[in-house]
């Protein structure tokens, strides 16, 4: 990859390098195997959110307030979102990983009907989640 | 790769720490399991935030301090830093190749994980037991 001319071999010893993502045509399953990692990357990161909100609401007070005030506002709103549509994403990932790890849904129209199906999940269950938390 | 790599380090050495073909069906199995489990806390965590998202501090006191959502909020934790731990360890050694930072961030994913999972299951153990 990035540093492939550190190897301490000479040239006609090295092994060949495979190609990496830059050098494909995009596909659907391709796309939605780097957000699964990506997603995953954003939800450690975002574990942070319910760590303040969960320390904020043991200590209770002040800081209770501005964390809600935060969550509350445009900001806060768009990063609740955000995080939302990536759990859902998260998982609807893990749930085609268990398809595909039970030896099914390798075959062309399977696996992009199962990449496909999991974003167009993971866009319903957002949306679900939100209006649900709305009318509650 | 360090400095002092040469010609003269063998195979065996160039490879040492990168993680053996023996232990990563360990990593395989501990994402599945901990996958599997965070199927239903994750369907129980996103009920109970979408009950505090309207919630003061003393409804969301009462509801963290009940005993089925703080049971499910202390296995969600749990499942997830453990989940997430393995998972960030598989993106370390994906891309960070220098030996030394590699290492800190695998201290620093063990460390954070630890962290995250200590403080959420101490903040939910004190709403349920001093309230």
Avoid at chain 2, 5 to 13: M, Y
Avoid at chain 2, 63 to 83: E, Q
Wanted: hydrophobic share 55%; proline share 4%.
């Amino acid at each position: 990859m990035a540093e492939a001319n550190s190897s301490p071999l000479p040239i006609e010893q090295r092994r060949p390098l495979s190609p990496h993502v830059q050098i494909y045509r995009w596909s659907a399953t391709m796309a939605m195997s780097i957000l699964h990692r990506v997603t995953g990357v954003a939800l450690y990161a975002g574990t942070l959110l319910l760590t303040v909100y969960l320390v904020t609401a043991a200590g209770g007070g002040v800081a209770f307030a501005q964390v809600s005030r935060f969550f509350g506002s445009a900001l806060g709103q768009v990063i609740l979102f955000g995080y939302t549509f990536a759990l859902m994403l998260h998982v609807c990932g893990g749930l085609r990983h268990a398809v595909w790890e039970a030896a099914r849904g390798f075959d062309p129209v399977s696996r992009n009907l199962l990449a496909w199906s999991s974003l167009i999940g993971a866009v319903v269950l957002t949306a679900l989640v939100w209006a649900g938390a709305a009318m509650l | 790769m360090p400095k002092h790599d040469s010609i003269l380090q063998t195979p065996r050495a160039r490879v040492k720490h990168l993680g053996t073909a023996r232990a990563g069906t360990r990593d395989l199995w501990e994402i599945r399991l901990t996958s599997f489990a965070l199927l239903p806390l994750t369907v129980g965590f996103v009920a109970i935030v979408a009950m505090l998202a309207k919630s003061d501090l003393a409804e969301a006191r009462a509801l963290l301090g009940a005993p089925i959502p703080a049971m499910i909020m202390v296995l969600f934790v749990l499942a997830s830093i453990w989940h997430m731990a393995v998972g960030l360890r598989s993106v370390i050694v994906d891309y960070i190749r220098h030996q030394h930072m590699r290492e800190l961030a695998l201290m620093a994913n063990l460390c954070f994980a630890i962290g995250v999972g200590l403080v959420c299951t101490y903040s939910v153990m004190r709403l349920s037991f001093i309230q």
